[in-house]
């Protein structure tokens, strides 16, 4: 079973920075794809960005390129952190941000949606405001 712990969020201006956490604990191994999803108010749940955590092959939503960057840091042995630092936020980036965990890689952003994904953490929420 794999745990899921997301930190990060909080309120921001539009143009502003946050920088969200995702720590991976429990049984990690062949889950080689660690993804961010949101969920806004009344919309389904997309995803914003992956990461192939055996290459570090990276993936993101038009939306969000170029302002988001996703990373990790596999550097403890039972623990791998998976970041995602949001840059020039805009009103439309508001939502629930959720860390999920795939078994298996992921290859593009065409294999991350909700329904691949088995382990998911709590939610932490982002708040752009004008």
């Known amino acids: 079973q794999v745990q899921l712990v997301e930190s990060g969020g909080g309120s921001v201006q539009a143009g502003g920075s946050l920088r969200l956490s995702c720590a991976a604990s429990?049984?990690?191994?062949?889950?080689?794809?660690m993804a961010w999803f949101r969920q806004g108010p009344g919309k389904e749940r997309e995803g914003v960005a992956a990461?192939?955590?055996?290459?570090?092959?990276?993936?993101?939503?038009d939306s969000v390129k170029a302002r988001f960057t996703i990373s990790q840091d596999n550097s403890k042995n039972t623990v791998n952190t998976v970041y995602l630092q949001m840059n020039s936020l805009k009103l439309e980036d508001s939502g629930m941000y959720y860390c999920?965990?795939?078994?298996?890689?992921?290859?593009?952003?065409?294999?991350?949606?909700?329904?691949?994904?088995?382990?998911w953490g709590q939610g932490t929420q982002v708040t752009v405001s004008s």
């Open positions: 429990g049984y990690t191994s062949r889950r080689n794809c």
């Open positions: 990461i192939n955590t055996r290459g570090g092959d990276s993936f993101y939503d």
């Open positions: 999920a965990v795939m078994r298996g890689d992921c290859w593009s952003m065409d294999w991350v949606t909700p329904e691949r994904f088995d382990s």
